[in-house]
């Protein structure tokens, strides 16, 4: 039985017709940029954010890219940011000319914490911004990062790249709890455009106007000329059709996502494997499960991560690749390990680096079938009986 990571076609072949009559509309008007289609997108994602504001952009990355100018950094300026995390992160940061400064991730959220964060920030003269990452869809500790920014006097910006529809641990969603929060929607997001888009969500009207300028290549207000210097980043009126059609079935993938994930917990737990927070020396099933955080806050498993020794990580893959079972390595080095970034000398990250060489990633999206769900989790504990 194949079981691939993604299943986006039948994904679209069941929103084909929902799909064909937004774009439709689209086509109708002939308004391919900007216009109704995404102000109402626009609309419903600050909804459901709980936030006033949200702005389309050509891509989760321009999202991280605009927040950050938007909130003036710049060049020589410092960003805390993990480097277990997809390149974007970082490469927002270096792009504006500034300097990201990774901290060391916490083994069983993949987040950074306000302790590592503290820790880094003894190693900046010029810090401006904290930019955590709610990885593989779990918020990344809400109250911690706004005291700790506040504290710090640095703005707080969220790559929510991989959160969308987590809540915190206050129970509000991910993109609320920063003054500006970015999202992607690359199509394995979970939610997907047909191509590249994002968005960059907040409150303060100020900050989103600059975001909105910013992509709109620096527009100020009509007849204002141009106030700054941006880029061209906005979303596409066809992409905004598609979001709003997904935006629809979100909440039933998100649960769908989250059963998959509590199915696995269950398999592996009832095979002996190790609660996130007991060391894999321990005994029992070699396997950690990832942490769900406890309610309100709600993890949206936009990735399964397993942890297993790094002797076995490969050879479990393989045998699993053998079952027709597609997994994925993220991320299979640390930023800092990167040759992009090997100018910022960045000193080891001992989680980060075991994370790198334990962690494999289970197919969890919505489309999944119970029985390929079975099939996984059954070969997983086959592995480790064998
Ligand atoms: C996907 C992703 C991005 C970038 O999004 P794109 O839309 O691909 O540019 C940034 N950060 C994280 C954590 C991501 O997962």
Request: glycine content about 20%; proline content about 10%.
């Given at each position: 039985m194949h079981v691939p990571m993604q299943d986006l076609r039948s994904q679209h072949r069941r929103l084909s017709g929902e799909i064909d009559s937004a774009l439709a509309e689209v086509f109708d008007s002939q308004r391919f940029i900007g216009g109704p289609v995404v102000a109402r997108f626009e609309a419903e994602f600050a909804a459901l954010q709980a936030c006033a504001f949200a702005v389309g952009c050509g891509s989760g990355s321009d999202a991280l890219w605009l927040a950050l100018r938007a909130l003036g950094?710049?060049?020589g300026d410092e960003v805390i940011c993990p480097a277990?995390?997809?390149v974007a992160t970082a490469s927002s940061v270096a792009l504006l000319g500034a300097r990201p400064v990774f901290a060391d991730i916490?083994?069983?959220?993949y987040t950074i914490t306000p302790e590592s964060v503290r820790a880094a920030s003894t190693r900046c003269t010029r810090l401006r911004a904290l930019m955590p990452v709610d990885l593989f869809g779990q918020c990344a500790d809400p109250p911690g990062f706004a005291a700790l920014a506040r504290e710090l006097g640095v703005a707080f910006v969220a790559d929510a790249a991989q959160s969308v529809a987590a809540l915190d641990a206050?129970?509000?969603?991910?993109?609320?709890?920063?003054?500006l929060a970015c999202f992607s929607f690359y199509p394995t997001k979970n939610v997907g455009a047909d191509g590249d888009a994002g968005i960059v969500v907040g409150n303060d009207p100020e900050l989103i106007e600059q975001v909105r300028s910013l992509g709109n290549l620096g527009v100020s207000g009509e007849g204002s000329g141009y106030s700054r210097i941006g880029i061209n980043s906005r979303l596409d009126a066809l992409q905004a059709a598609i979001l709003g059609v997904k935006l629809r079935h979100l909440e039933s993938w998100t649960a769908a996502r989250r059963e998959n994930a509590a199915f696995y917990d269950e398999v592996f737990a009832r095979a002996g494997a190790l609660g996130s927070e007991r060391p894999l020396a321990e005994g029992g099933l070699p396997l950690r499960t990832p942490r769900a955080p406890a309610a309100p806050a709600r993890h949206v498993y936009h990735h399964y991560a397993i942890r297993v020794p790094a002797g076995d990580r490969d050879a479990l893959r393989r045998f699993l690749a053998d079952r027709a079972i597609e997994t994925a390595l993220y991320y299979p080095r640390g930023l800092h390990r990167e040759p992009c970034f090997s100018d910022l000398d960045s000193p080891g990250l001992p989680e980060t680096e075991s994370a790198s060489r334990e962690t494999l990633v289970l197919p969890v999206h919505a489309e999944l079938a119970k029985e390929q769900r079975e099939h996984v989790a059954e070969s997983v504990v086959r592995y480790f009986a064998a």
């Open positions: 950094v710049g060049s277990y995390s997809m916490d083994p069983a959220t206050g129970g509000a969603p991910s993109g609320r709890r920063s003054s």
